[in-house]
C-alpha cells in the first residue's frame, strides 16, 4: 500500500492551496482518510478527517472554516486550503484509518510553506 500525498509548495498568507492524497495497493472503501501536519519542532497533529463515504469531516480549531476535506472516490482525498497563515507552514501528511481507530498507512508528506 503506497499514499502519495502531493500539491504542497510556497505561497504568501491570505493565499491557498489544495493538497491531493491517492492510495494505492488495495481499495480503501470502507476507510476514514485524515490530514495530518508537523511543523518544525513540533508534534504532528490532526487537520482534518472525513469518512470512507464523503461524510461527517471534522477538522481541528486551528483550521475550521478556512480548510475543506473531501473526499473523490475512495482512494482519492482533496484538502482545499484558504486563507492560509504563516502558522499553517508544515509538513502535510495523508493517512487511512484502521478498523481499530489507528492510522495504519501514512503518505510521505508534502511541504507547505506560508510566507508572511
Known amino acids: 500500500v503506497q499514499l502519495q500525498a502531493s500539491g504542497g509548495g510556497l505561497v504568501q498568507a491570505g493565499g491557498s492551496l489544495r493538497l491531493s492524497c491517492a492510495a494505492s495497493g488495495r481499495t480503501f472503501s470502507r476507510s476514514a482518510m485524515a490530514w495530518f501536519r508537523q511543523a518544525p519542532g513540533e508534534e504532528r497533529e490532526f487537520v482534518a478527517k472525513i469518512s470512507w463515504g464523503g461524510f461527517s469531516p471534522s477538522y481541528s480549531d486551528s483550521v475550521k472554516g478556512r480548510f475543506t476535506i473531501s473526499r473523490h472516490n475512495a482512494n482519492t482525498m482533496y484538502l482545499q486550503m484558504n486563507s492560509l497563515k504563516p502558522e499553517d507552514t508544515a509538513v502535510y501528511y495523508c493517512?487511512?484509518?484502521?478498523?481499530?481507530?489507528?492510522?495504519?498507512?501514512w503518505g510521505q508528506g508534502t511541504l507547505v510553506t506560508v510566507s508572511s
Open positions: 493517512a487511512v484509518e484502521g478498523p481499530s481507530g489507528n492510522y495504519n498507512y
